[in-house]
Nanobody
């Protein structure tokens, strides 16, 4: 499956942003989807995941209550709605897919190219 992330940009603290991840090449509903981010000098971390038919979601503690992951299997697209953005949310955001069922588990097998989110204070 090929993944294309989009929707990043420069925003101010407190703003909202929605990232999209368009999938192609395989049956989208066969894959659990996740959003990762990597800030400068830090390791890539899983921040949100959603199972194939939206039955289960996962959120890292740093984004829980502010970010919402969703998916539309008819449109082959996953989303990450980010509210109340903070400067520490500045990172490159990647969408990824895995064949396993659990969104919090590893590994993720397929990766998009990433989209940059910058939050100014």
């Amino acid at each position: 499956v090929q993944l294309q992330a989009s929707g990043g940009g420069l925003v101010q603290a407190g703003d909202s942003l929605r990232l999209s991840c368009a999938a192609s090449g395989r049956t989208f509903s066969d894959y659990t989807m996740g959003w990762f981010r990597q800030a400068p000098g830090k390791e890539r971390e899983l921040i949100a995941g959603i199972s194939r038919f939206r039955g289960a979601t996962y959120y890292a503690g740093s984004v829980k209550g502010r970010f919402t992951i969703s998916r539309d299997n008819a449109k082959n697209t996953a989303y990450l709605q980010m509210n109340s953005l903070r400067p520490e949310d500045t990172a490159r955001y990647y969408c990824a897919a895995r064949r396993g069922r659990r969104p919090e588990a590893m590994p993720y097998d397929y990766w998009g190219q990433g989209t940059l989110v910058t939050v100014s204070s």
